[in-house]
Protein backbone atom coordinates (compact mmCIF):
# COMPACT_ATOMS: atom_id res chain seq x y z
CA UNK A 1 0.00 0.00 0.00
CA UNK A 2 1.49 3.26 -0.94
CA UNK A 3 1.34 6.21 1.22
CA UNK A 4 -1.42 7.87 -0.51
CA UNK A 5 -3.66 4.76 0.26
CA UNK A 6 -2.59 5.15 3.86
CA UNK A 7 -3.49 8.68 4.22
CA UNK A 8 -6.89 8.56 2.26
CA UNK A 9 -7.74 5.57 4.49
CA UNK A 10 -7.82 7.52 7.34
CA UNK A 11 -8.79 10.92 6.16
CA UNK A 12 -7.54 13.05 9.22
CA UNK A 13 -3.63 11.85 8.50
CA UNK A 14 -1.32 15.11 7.57
CA UNK A 15 1.85 13.22 7.65
CA UNK A 16 2.45 9.40 7.94
CA UNK A 17 5.41 10.16 10.41
CA UNK A 18 6.20 13.15 12.63
CA UNK A 19 9.85 12.88 13.95
CA UNK A 20 10.74 14.89 17.18
CA UNK A 21 14.19 16.23 16.72
CA UNK A 22 16.62 17.28 13.74
CA UNK A 23 19.73 16.27 15.68
CA UNK A 24 21.82 13.00 14.10
CA UNK A 25 18.83 10.87 14.71
CA UNK A 26 16.28 13.07 13.35
CA UNK A 27 18.18 14.00 10.05
CA UNK A 28 18.78 10.62 9.10
CA UNK A 29 14.98 9.53 10.08
CA UNK A 30 14.01 12.17 8.05
CA UNK A 31 16.43 11.46 5.08
CA UNK A 32 16.24 7.51 4.71
CA UNK A 33 11.86 7.35 5.42
CA UNK A 34 11.44 10.43 2.74
CA UNK A 35 13.57 7.58 0.43
CA UNK A 36 11.48 4.80 1.48
CA UNK A 37 8.41 7.32 -0.05
CA UNK A 38 6.43 8.29 3.36
CA UNK A 39 5.49 11.59 3.70
CA UNK A 40 7.37 13.24 6.62
CA UNK A 41 7.46 16.19 9.28
CA UNK A 42 10.19 16.71 11.56
CA UNK A 43 9.55 19.15 14.48
CA UNK A 44 12.67 20.88 16.08
CA UNK A 45 13.27 23.07 19.06
CA UNK A 46 16.33 24.71 18.13
CA UNK A 47 16.80 27.27 15.50
CA UNK A 48 18.97 24.92 13.38
CA UNK A 49 20.11 21.02 12.70
CA UNK A 50 22.41 19.16 14.65
CA UNK A 51 20.81 18.85 18.52
CA UNK A 52 23.39 18.44 20.86
CA UNK A 53 25.73 19.75 18.45
CA UNK A 54 23.54 22.87 18.33
CA UNK A 55 23.04 23.15 21.99
CA UNK A 56 25.86 22.61 23.30
CA UNK A 57 28.24 25.23 22.12
CA UNK A 58 30.13 25.60 26.31
CA UNK A 59 33.75 27.06 25.51
CA UNK A 60 35.56 23.47 25.21
CA UNK A 61 32.80 21.20 23.68
CA UNK A 62 34.15 18.59 21.40
CA UNK A 63 32.96 15.04 20.44
CA UNK A 64 34.63 12.25 23.24
CA UNK A 65 35.10 9.77 20.61
CA UNK A 66 37.20 9.42 16.51
CA UNK A 67 35.31 11.72 14.34
CA UNK A 68 35.97 9.63 11.47
CA UNK A 69 33.61 6.96 13.58
CA UNK A 70 31.10 9.85 14.86
CA UNK A 71 29.73 10.40 11.67
CA UNK A 72 27.12 9.14 9.19
CA UNK A 73 27.86 6.01 7.17
CA UNK A 74 24.71 5.24 5.35
CA UNK A 75 26.44 7.13 2.22
CA UNK A 76 29.47 6.30 1.32
CA UNK A 77 29.77 9.33 -0.99
CA UNK A 78 29.19 11.63 2.22
CA UNK A 79 31.82 9.70 4.13
CA UNK A 80 34.65 9.76 1.41
CA UNK A 81 33.49 13.90 0.72
CA UNK A 82 33.49 15.40 4.38
CA UNK A 83 36.88 15.71 5.68
CA UNK A 84 37.03 16.08 9.90
CA UNK A 85 40.45 18.23 10.64
CA UNK A 86 41.18 17.01 14.29
CA UNK A 87 40.78 13.32 15.65
CA UNK A 88 38.04 14.69 18.13
CA UNK A 89 35.90 17.09 16.60
CA UNK A 90 35.23 20.64 18.24
CA UNK A 91 31.31 21.84 18.73
CA UNK A 92 31.94 23.97 15.36
CA UNK A 93 33.11 21.84 13.29
CA UNK A 94 30.15 18.91 14.16
CA UNK A 95 27.82 22.09 13.98
CA UNK A 96 29.23 22.37 10.22
CA UNK A 97 29.01 18.68 9.25
CA UNK A 98 25.14 18.87 10.82
CA UNK A 99 24.56 21.24 8.49
CA UNK A 100 26.44 20.40 5.36
CA UNK A 101 24.07 17.25 5.99
CA UNK A 102 21.07 19.02 6.19
CA UNK A 103 21.95 20.95 2.32
CA UNK A 104 23.34 17.99 0.79
CA UNK A 105 20.25 15.67 1.46
CA UNK A 106 17.49 18.77 1.29
CA UNK A 107 16.45 17.82 4.37
CA UNK A 108 15.57 21.36 5.50
CA UNK A 109 12.02 21.88 3.85
CA UNK A 110 10.69 18.96 5.97
CA UNK A 111 12.05 20.14 9.33
CA UNK A 112 10.06 23.02 11.39
CA UNK A 113 12.28 24.72 13.24
CA UNK A 114 11.63 26.74 16.63
CA UNK A 115 8.85 24.24 16.99
CA UNK A 116 8.33 22.32 20.52
CA UNK A 117 6.17 19.48 20.69
CA UNK A 118 4.37 19.95 24.05
CA UNK A 119 1.59 17.18 23.51
CA UNK A 120 1.07 14.07 21.56
CA UNK A 121 -1.96 12.34 21.97
CA UNK A 122 -2.74 8.66 20.48
CA UNK A 123 -6.18 8.18 19.10
CA UNK A 124 -7.10 4.58 19.18
CA UNK A 125 -10.12 5.26 17.10
CA UNK A 126 -8.23 6.47 13.65
CA UNK A 127 -5.27 4.87 14.94
CA UNK A 128 -3.08 8.04 14.69
CA UNK A 129 -0.95 10.64 16.61
CA UNK A 130 -2.59 13.73 17.27
CA UNK A 131 0.60 16.21 17.71
CA UNK A 132 0.45 19.84 19.12
CA UNK A 133 2.79 21.94 19.51
CA UNK A 134 4.35 25.20 21.03
CA UNK A 135 3.30 27.17 18.36
CA UNK A 136 -0.26 26.28 18.36
CA UNK A 137 -0.31 23.76 15.63
CA UNK A 138 -1.84 20.47 15.63
CA UNK A 139 -0.69 17.68 13.31
CA UNK A 140 -1.86 13.97 12.93
CA UNK A 141 0.50 11.26 11.79
CA UNK A 142 0.41 7.01 11.91
CA UNK A 143 3.93 6.69 13.36
CA UNK A 144 5.52 9.29 16.08
CA UNK A 145 8.68 8.59 16.11
CA UNK A 146 11.17 10.20 19.48
CA UNK A 147 14.50 11.15 18.33
CA UNK A 148 14.91 13.60 20.90
CA UNK A 149 18.53 12.67 21.82
CA UNK A 150 19.12 11.15 25.82
CA UNK A 151 20.67 14.41 27.08
CA UNK A 152 18.41 17.37 25.92
CA UNK A 153 16.49 18.07 29.01
CA UNK A 154 18.52 20.31 30.98
CA UNK A 155 18.96 20.22 34.67
CA UNK A 156 19.32 23.48 36.80
CA UNK A 157 19.26 22.59 40.29
CA UNK A 158 17.02 24.36 42.43
CA UNK A 159 19.40 26.50 44.67
CA UNK A 160 17.13 28.99 46.72
CA UNK A 161 18.23 32.59 45.73
CA UNK A 162 19.12 31.67 42.07
CA UNK A 163 16.86 34.84 40.77
CA UNK A 164 18.33 37.42 42.63
CA UNK A 165 21.91 37.02 41.37
CA UNK A 166 22.56 40.00 39.53
CA UNK A 167 25.80 38.56 37.41
CA UNK A 168 24.96 36.49 34.61
CA UNK A 169 24.86 32.86 35.04
CA UNK A 170 23.81 29.99 32.28
CA UNK A 171 23.44 26.19 31.90
CA UNK A 172 26.32 24.89 29.30
CA UNK A 173 23.55 23.59 27.05
CA UNK A 174 22.25 27.02 26.35
CA UNK A 175 25.29 28.90 25.77
CA UNK A 176 24.65 31.97 23.44
CA UNK A 177 25.59 31.74 19.87
CA UNK A 178 27.63 34.69 20.26
CA UNK A 179 29.59 33.89 23.28
CA UNK A 180 29.98 35.53 26.61
CA UNK A 181 32.52 37.93 27.55
CA UNK A 182 34.71 35.92 30.15
CA UNK A 183 37.73 38.05 30.19
CA UNK A 184 38.26 38.98 32.94
CA UNK A 185 35.17 37.62 35.22
CA UNK A 186 35.25 36.07 38.62
CA UNK A 187 33.34 32.63 37.10
CA UNK A 188 31.91 30.50 39.36
CA UNK A 189 31.03 26.94 38.15
CA UNK A 190 29.35 23.71 39.16
CA UNK A 191 29.55 20.58 38.00
CA UNK A 192 32.46 18.35 37.17
CA UNK A 193 31.05 15.40 34.54
CA UNK A 194 32.29 15.81 31.03
CA UNK A 195 30.79 19.04 30.17
CA UNK A 196 32.68 20.50 33.49
CA UNK A 197 35.56 18.99 32.85
CA UNK A 198 35.63 20.44 29.19
CA UNK A 199 34.94 23.77 29.78
CA UNK A 200 37.19 24.26 32.86
CA UNK A 201 40.70 25.05 31.34
CA UNK A 202 38.71 26.87 28.60
CA UNK A 203 37.00 29.54 31.49
CA UNK A 204 40.08 29.35 33.74
CA UNK A 205 42.18 30.59 30.47
CA UNK A 206 39.91 33.59 30.44
CA UNK A 207 38.59 34.44 33.83
CA UNK A 208 40.13 36.86 36.82
CA UNK A 209 39.50 33.92 39.09
CA UNK A 210 37.79 30.56 38.34
CA UNK A 211 35.93 28.72 41.47
CA UNK A 212 35.20 24.98 40.49
CA UNK A 213 32.10 23.92 42.74
CA UNK A 214 32.89 20.66 43.02
CA UNK A 215 30.21 18.02 44.74
CA UNK A 216 31.55 14.57 43.27
CA UNK A 217 35.08 14.02 41.37
CA UNK A 218 34.94 12.72 38.39
CA UNK A 219 37.96 10.14 36.33
CA UNK A 220 39.40 11.85 33.64
CA UNK A 221 41.75 10.78 30.81
CA UNK A 222 43.54 12.83 28.52
CA UNK A 223 42.27 13.41 24.92
CA UNK A 224 44.60 12.29 22.18
CA UNK A 225 43.31 14.81 19.96
CA UNK A 226 45.19 16.25 17.26
CA UNK A 227 44.88 17.45 13.84
CA UNK A 228 43.75 14.25 11.66
CA UNK A 229 46.88 13.59 9.85
CA UNK A 230 46.02 12.66 5.60
CA UNK A 231 48.00 9.93 5.67
CA UNK A 232 45.23 8.66 8.26
CA UNK A 233 42.25 10.03 6.76
CA UNK A 234 43.12 8.55 3.34
CA UNK A 235 43.58 5.00 5.12
CA UNK A 236 40.17 5.23 6.88
CA UNK A 237 38.41 6.75 3.64
CA UNK A 238 40.06 3.30 1.74
CA UNK A 239 38.72 1.04 4.40
CA UNK A 240 35.49 2.44 5.43
CA UNK A 241 33.23 -0.31 4.17
CA UNK A 242 35.08 -2.69 6.37
CA UNK A 243 35.98 -0.38 9.54
CA UNK A 244 32.41 0.39 9.86
CA UNK A 245 30.68 -2.90 9.29
CA UNK A 246 33.77 -4.20 11.98
CA UNK A 247 32.16 -1.40 14.42
CA UNK A 248 28.61 -2.21 14.06
CA UNK A 249 30.10 -5.96 16.03
CA UNK A 250 32.03 -4.67 18.47
CA UNK A 251 30.37 -4.09 22.23
CA UNK A 252 31.32 -0.36 21.79
CA UNK A 253 30.16 0.14 18.32
CA UNK A 254 33.85 1.66 17.66
CA UNK A 255 36.68 -0.29 15.87
CA UNK A 256 38.95 2.31 17.99
CA UNK A 257 37.31 0.37 21.80
CA UNK A 258 37.58 -3.01 21.93
CA UNK A 259 39.27 -4.68 25.21
CA UNK A 260 42.13 -6.43 25.19
CA UNK A 261 41.56 -10.16 25.65
CA UNK A 262 43.12 -10.62 29.42
CA UNK A 263 41.78 -9.65 32.94
CA UNK A 264 44.05 -7.06 34.81
CA UNK A 265 44.12 -9.66 37.78
CA UNK A 266 46.56 -12.23 35.62
CA UNK A 267 49.21 -9.98 35.45
CA UNK A 268 51.91 -8.75 37.83
CA UNK A 269 51.91 -5.75 39.05
CA UNK A 270 54.57 -3.48 37.36
CA UNK A 271 53.80 -5.18 33.92
CA UNK A 272 49.85 -3.72 34.97
CA UNK A 273 51.66 -0.24 35.79
CA UNK A 274 53.33 -0.42 32.18
CA UNK A 275 50.51 -1.56 30.34
CA UNK A 276 48.44 1.19 31.67
CA UNK A 277 51.12 3.60 31.35
CA UNK A 278 51.38 2.79 27.80
CA UNK A 279 47.69 3.13 27.85
CA UNK A 280 47.19 6.42 29.08
CA UNK A 281 46.31 9.52 26.36
CA UNK A 282 45.27 6.73 23.83
CA UNK A 283 41.47 6.64 23.09
CA UNK A 284 40.02 3.99 24.88
CA UNK A 285 43.20 3.51 26.53
CA UNK A 286 42.57 2.65 30.21
CA UNK A 287 39.13 1.13 29.73
CA UNK A 288 40.13 -1.05 26.98
CA UNK A 289 43.63 -1.95 28.67
CA UNK A 290 41.91 -5.12 30.43
CA UNK A 291 38.27 -6.98 29.71
CA UNK A 292 37.54 -7.18 33.30
CA UNK A 293 37.10 -3.53 34.46
CA UNK A 294 33.73 -3.15 34.65
CA UNK A 295 32.82 -6.19 36.17
CA UNK A 296 35.16 -7.25 38.41
CA UNK A 297 36.05 -4.91 41.49
CA UNK A 298 39.45 -6.08 41.90
CA UNK A 299 40.33 -5.47 38.28
CA UNK A 300 38.71 -1.79 38.18
CA UNK A 301 40.47 -0.97 41.07
CA UNK A 302 43.81 -1.41 39.47
CA UNK A 303 42.48 1.13 36.68
CA UNK A 304 41.05 3.50 39.27
CA UNK A 305 44.15 3.44 41.24
CA UNK A 306 46.49 3.91 38.57
CA UNK A 307 44.43 7.14 37.51
CA UNK A 308 44.50 8.23 41.00
CA UNK A 309 48.17 8.09 40.78
CA UNK A 310 47.78 10.42 37.89
CA UNK A 311 45.59 12.98 38.90
CA UNK A 312 48.39 12.94 42.52
CA UNK A 313 51.76 13.33 39.66
CA UNK A 314 49.81 15.95 37.67
CA UNK A 315 48.43 17.96 40.58
CA UNK A 316 50.94 19.97 42.92
CA UNK A 317 49.12 20.83 45.82
CA UNK A 318 48.48 17.13 47.23
CA UNK A 319 45.54 18.63 49.19
CA UNK A 320 43.87 19.07 45.87
CA UNK A 321 45.10 16.00 43.88
CA UNK A 322 43.16 14.33 46.78
CA UNK A 323 39.70 16.13 46.40
CA UNK A 324 40.33 15.34 42.70
CA UNK A 325 40.52 11.75 43.42
CA UNK A 326 37.14 9.58 42.48
CA UNK A 327 37.20 7.40 45.62
CA UNK A 328 33.34 6.05 46.33
CA UNK A 329 32.39 4.65 43.15
CA UNK A 330 34.37 2.28 40.42
CA UNK A 331 36.16 3.71 37.22
CA UNK A 332 33.52 4.04 34.00
CA UNK A 333 30.64 3.33 36.22
CA UNK A 334 29.71 7.05 35.81
CA UNK A 335 30.44 8.16 32.07
CA UNK A 336 34.33 8.55 32.07
CA UNK A 337 35.74 12.09 31.26
CA UNK A 338 37.88 13.14 28.59
CA UNK A 339 39.50 16.04 28.96
CA UNK A 340 42.66 18.61 27.49
CA UNK A 341 44.49 19.94 30.32
CA UNK A 342 41.99 19.50 32.95
CA UNK A 343 43.93 17.90 36.17
CA UNK A 344 46.70 20.48 35.08
CA UNK A 345 44.10 23.59 35.23
CA UNK A 346 44.46 23.12 39.27
CA UNK A 347 47.94 24.01 39.51
CA UNK A 348 46.92 27.92 37.91
CA UNK A 349 46.92 30.34 40.47
CA UNK A 350 43.63 31.65 39.24
CA UNK A 351 41.53 28.43 39.82
CA UNK A 352 39.98 27.29 43.24
CA UNK A 353 38.23 24.29 44.25
CA UNK A 354 35.56 24.09 46.17
CA UNK A 355 34.15 20.59 47.70
CA UNK A 356 30.63 21.22 48.12
CA UNK A 357 30.42 17.78 49.09
CA UNK A 358 31.92 19.13 52.49
CA UNK A 359 30.88 22.44 52.18
CA UNK A 360 27.51 22.53 50.85
CA UNK A 361 26.13 25.02 48.95
CA UNK A 362 23.44 26.60 50.56
CA UNK A 363 22.36 29.61 48.37
CA UNK A 364 23.14 31.72 45.54
CA UNK A 365 23.20 35.25 46.56
CA UNK A 366 22.82 38.52 44.70
CA UNK A 367 26.88 38.65 44.25
CA UNK A 368 27.69 35.22 44.26
CA UNK A 369 27.00 31.89 46.17
CA UNK A 370 27.27 31.14 49.61
CA UNK A 371 27.86 27.75 50.86
CA UNK A 372 27.31 26.48 54.33
CA UNK A 373 31.07 27.88 55.83
CA UNK A 374 31.93 30.79 52.67
CA UNK A 375 30.91 33.39 50.44
CA UNK A 376 32.19 33.30 46.61
CA UNK A 377 32.00 37.48 44.46
CA UNK A 378 31.07 36.04 41.04
CA UNK A 379 30.36 38.07 38.04
CA UNK A 380 29.88 34.90 36.12
CA UNK A 381 27.83 31.74 37.30
CA UNK A 382 28.14 28.54 34.66
CA UNK A 383 25.90 25.11 35.64
CA UNK A 384 27.67 22.26 34.31
CA UNK A 385 25.14 20.39 35.98
CA UNK A 386 23.65 17.80 33.22
CA UNK A 387 20.41 16.98 32.04
CA UNK A 388 17.33 14.84 33.15
CA UNK A 389 18.74 11.88 31.23
CA UNK A 390 16.51 9.66 28.71
CA UNK A 391 13.52 10.41 29.63
CA UNK A 392 13.33 14.18 30.72
CA UNK A 393 13.11 14.50 27.19
CA UNK A 394 9.92 12.39 26.49
CA UNK A 395 8.15 13.33 29.32
CA UNK A 396 8.09 17.05 28.44
CA UNK A 397 6.33 16.14 25.52
CA UNK A 398 3.26 15.43 27.34
CA UNK A 399 2.77 12.05 25.79
CA UNK A 400 -0.56 10.02 25.98
CA UNK A 401 -1.11 6.54 25.00
CA UNK A 402 -3.87 3.96 25.06
CA UNK A 403 -6.34 4.49 27.25
CA UNK A 404 -5.71 8.21 28.38
CA UNK A 405 -2.51 6.43 29.86
CA UNK A 406 0.44 8.87 30.49
CA UNK A 407 4.17 7.80 29.60
CA UNK A 408 5.26 9.34 33.11
CA UNK A 409 2.50 7.45 34.84
CA UNK A 410 3.52 4.09 33.01
CA UNK A 411 6.94 4.64 33.54
CA UNK A 412 6.64 6.02 37.42
CA UNK A 413 8.97 3.71 39.00
CA UNK A 414 11.66 3.50 35.83
CA UNK A 415 11.29 3.55 32.27
CA UNK A 416 9.93 0.10 30.57
CA UNK A 417 10.62 -0.48 27.20
CA UNK A 418 10.88 -4.01 24.48
CA UNK A 419 14.16 -3.19 23.00
CA UNK A 420 14.40 -0.10 23.85
CA UNK A 421 12.45 1.26 20.99
CA UNK A 422 8.61 0.72 21.75
CA UNK A 423 6.36 0.74 24.97
CA UNK A 424 3.20 -1.27 25.51
CA UNK A 425 0.02 0.98 25.04
CA UNK A 426 1.68 3.15 23.04
CA UNK A 427 1.23 2.11 19.97
CA UNK A 428 2.84 3.33 16.76
CA UNK A 429 5.25 5.19 19.03
CA UNK A 430 9.22 4.72 18.61
CA UNK A 431 11.79 5.93 20.10
CA UNK A 432 15.73 5.97 18.93
CA UNK A 433 18.34 4.99 21.46
CA UNK A 434 16.09 5.30 24.19
CA UNK A 435 16.30 3.50 27.51
CA UNK A 436 16.76 0.17 27.51
CA UNK A 437 19.00 0.52 24.25
CA UNK A 438 22.84 0.47 24.40
CA UNK A 439 22.10 3.94 23.31
CA UNK A 440 24.69 6.43 25.54
CA UNK A 441 26.98 3.44 26.58
CA UNK A 442 28.01 3.18 22.82
CA UNK A 443 28.77 5.21 19.62
CA UNK A 444 26.02 7.07 19.34
CA UNK A 445 26.50 7.22 15.79
CA UNK A 446 25.87 3.65 15.06
CA UNK A 447 23.43 3.35 17.79
CA UNK A 448 21.30 6.10 15.97
CA UNK A 449 21.96 4.26 12.85
CA UNK A 450 20.67 0.74 13.93
CA UNK A 451 17.68 2.34 15.08
CA UNK A 452 16.51 4.21 12.28
CA UNK A 453 17.27 1.66 9.81
CA UNK A 454 15.28 -0.98 12.04
CA UNK A 455 12.42 0.94 12.32
CA UNK A 456 11.91 2.15 8.65
CA UNK A 457 11.90 -1.12 7.71
CA UNK A 458 9.08 -2.16 10.48
CA UNK A 459 7.17 0.96 8.94
CA UNK A 460 7.63 -0.29 4.99
CA UNK A 461 6.91 -3.48 6.38
CA UNK A 462 4.15 -2.09 8.26
CA UNK A 463 2.65 -0.18 4.89
CA UNK A 464 2.91 -3.76 2.11
CA UNK A 465 1.29 -5.87 4.95
CA UNK A 466 -1.73 -3.34 5.55
CA UNK A 467 -0.56 -2.75 9.29
CA UNK A 468 -1.80 0.25 11.25
CA UNK A 469 -0.76 -0.06 14.32
CA UNK A 470 2.16 -2.07 15.89
CA UNK A 471 2.03 -2.31 19.84
CA UNK A 472 4.96 -3.57 22.13
CA UNK A 473 3.60 -6.84 23.70
CA UNK A 474 3.26 -6.70 27.77
CA UNK A 475 4.93 -9.98 27.93
CA UNK A 476 7.50 -9.33 25.88
CA UNK A 477 8.35 -5.89 27.57
CA UNK A 478 8.32 -7.43 30.60
CA UNK A 479 10.87 -10.02 29.58
CA UNK A 480 12.98 -7.71 27.90
CA UNK A 481 13.05 -5.16 31.01
CA UNK A 482 14.16 -8.24 33.47
CA UNK A 483 16.96 -9.41 30.68
CA UNK A 484 18.26 -5.22 30.55
CA UNK A 485 18.37 -5.40 34.45
CA UNK A 486 19.99 -9.29 34.68
CA UNK A 487 22.88 -8.14 32.18
CA UNK A 488 23.03 -4.44 34.02
CA UNK A 489 23.64 -6.62 37.73
CA UNK A 490 26.04 -8.78 35.91
CA UNK A 491 28.60 -5.72 35.73
CA UNK A 492 29.36 -2.63 37.83
CA UNK A 493 27.45 0.35 36.49
CA UNK A 494 24.82 0.12 39.33
CA UNK A 495 27.86 1.01 42.06
CA UNK A 496 27.66 4.81 41.09
CA UNK A 497 25.16 7.16 41.80
CA UNK A 498 25.08 8.57 37.94
CA UNK A 499 22.36 9.81 35.70
CA UNK A 500 22.62 6.58 34.11
CA UNK A 501 20.33 5.69 37.01
CA UNK A 502 18.90 8.64 37.26
CA UNK A 503 20.52 9.62 40.75
CA UNK A 504 21.30 13.13 39.31
CA UNK A 505 17.94 13.96 39.48
CA UNK A 506 15.54 14.57 43.14
CA UNK A 507 13.21 11.74 43.18
CA UNK A 508 13.69 10.27 39.51
CA UNK A 509 13.60 6.39 40.21
CA UNK A 510 16.67 4.60 40.52
CA UNK A 511 16.93 2.54 37.34
CA UNK A 512 19.80 1.42 35.47
CA UNK A 513 18.51 2.68 31.90
CA UNK A 514 20.58 1.95 29.46
CA UNK A 515 21.39 -1.71 27.89
CA UNK A 516 25.05 -3.00 28.26
CA UNK A 517 25.46 -6.16 26.66
CA UNK A 518 26.75 -4.26 23.77
CA UNK A 519 25.87 -2.97 20.16
CA UNK A 520 26.54 -6.19 18.28
CA UNK A 521 24.38 -8.09 20.42
CA UNK A 522 22.11 -5.77 20.74
CA UNK A 523 21.77 -5.74 16.88
CA UNK A 524 21.65 -9.61 16.74
CA UNK A 525 18.31 -9.71 19.05
CA UNK A 526 16.86 -6.47 16.74
CA UNK A 527 17.50 -8.58 13.80
CA UNK A 528 16.35 -11.81 14.98
CA UNK A 529 12.89 -10.03 16.27
CA UNK A 530 12.69 -8.79 12.97
CA UNK A 531 13.39 -11.97 11.04
CA UNK A 532 10.62 -13.69 13.24
CA UNK A 533 7.82 -11.15 11.81
CA UNK A 534 8.36 -8.47 14.68
CA UNK A 535 8.18 -11.27 17.13
CA UNK A 536 7.13 -9.42 20.74
CA UNK A 537 5.01 -6.67 18.55
CA UNK A 538 1.35 -6.92 18.25
CA UNK A 539 0.64 -6.11 14.22
CA UNK A 540 -3.02 -4.77 13.92
CA UNK A 541 -4.59 -4.03 10.39
O1 LIG B 1 26.49 16.19 33.20
P1 LIG B 1 26.79 15.15 34.39
P2 LIG B 1 27.44 16.62 31.98
N1 LIG B 1 25.05 20.52 43.36
O2 LIG B 1 25.44 14.77 34.92
C1 LIG B 1 27.04 18.11 39.35
C2 LIG B 1 27.65 13.66 27.62
N2 LIG B 1 28.71 14.59 27.27
O3 LIG B 1 26.74 17.66 31.23
O4 LIG B 1 28.23 13.80 40.25
C3 LIG B 1 26.34 20.34 43.00
O5 LIG B 1 27.69 14.08 33.98
C4 LIG B 1 27.21 16.62 39.35
O6 LIG B 1 27.65 16.18 40.60
P3 LIG B 1 27.32 14.65 41.08
C5 LIG B 1 28.25 12.50 28.39
O7 LIG B 1 27.53 11.34 28.10
C6 LIG B 1 29.60 14.21 26.33
O8 LIG B 1 28.82 16.88 32.47
O9 LIG B 1 25.85 14.41 40.72
N3 LIG B 1 26.71 19.68 41.91
C7 LIG B 1 28.22 16.46 38.23
O10 LIG B 1 29.51 16.76 38.66
C8 LIG B 1 28.04 12.96 29.79
O11 LIG B 1 28.08 11.95 30.76
C9 LIG B 1 30.61 15.05 26.00
O12 LIG B 1 27.59 14.65 42.51
C10 LIG B 1 25.75 19.21 41.12
C11 LIG B 1 27.77 17.53 37.24
O13 LIG B 1 27.02 18.49 37.99
C12 LIG B 1 26.69 13.62 29.69
O14 LIG B 1 26.75 14.32 28.47
C13 LIG B 1 30.75 16.27 26.62
C14 LIG B 1 24.39 19.38 41.41
C15 LIG B 1 26.87 17.00 36.17
O15 LIG B 1 27.56 16.03 35.44
C16 LIG B 1 26.37 14.60 30.80
O16 LIG B 1 27.54 15.32 31.13
C17 LIG B 1 29.84 16.64 27.55
C18 LIG B 1 24.06 20.07 42.59
N4 LIG B 1 22.79 20.24 42.96
C19 LIG B 1 28.82 15.79 27.87
N5 LIG B 1 23.66 18.80 40.43
C20 LIG B 1 31.56 14.65 24.99
O17 LIG B 1 31.28 14.05 23.98
C21 LIG B 1 24.55 18.27 39.57
N6 LIG B 1 25.80 18.52 39.98
C22 LIG B 1 32.91 14.99 25.27
Redesign the pocket.
Known amino acids: MSCKDTRERVGALDFDVVVVGAGFAGMYMLHRLRGMGFSVRVFERGGGVGGTWYW ?1 RYPG ?5 PSMQYSYSFSPELEQEWRWTEHFAAQPELERYANHVADRFGLRRDIQFDTAVTSATWDDTQQLWSIGTGRGDTVTARWFVAATGC ?1 SAT ?1 V ?1 G ?1 PGLDTFKGRWLH ?2 RWPKEGIDLLGKRIGI ?7 I ?1 AIPELAAEAAHLYV ?4 P ?1 YSLPSDNRPLEPEFEQDWKRRYRELRQAARKTWFGSVAFVAAERSALEVPEDERDRIYEAAWGKYGGVLTAFNDLTVNEAANETASEFVRKKIRQIVKDPGVAEKLSPRDYPIAT ?2 IC ?1 DNGYYETFNRPNVTLVD ?1 KADP ?1 QAITPTGLRTANAAYDLDVLVF ?4 DAMTGPLFRMNITGRNGVKLQDKWAAGPRTYLGLATEGFPNLFIIAGPGSPS ?1 LSNMMVSIEQHVEWISNLLDHARNTGTDAVEAKRDAEDAWVDHVNAVADDTLYRRA ?1 S ?1 YVG ?2 IPGKPRVFMPYVAGVGTYRERCDAVAAAGYDGFRLQS
Open positions: NARVDGLNPFTSVGTGSTGQFQRTAKRIVIATGFVNWAN
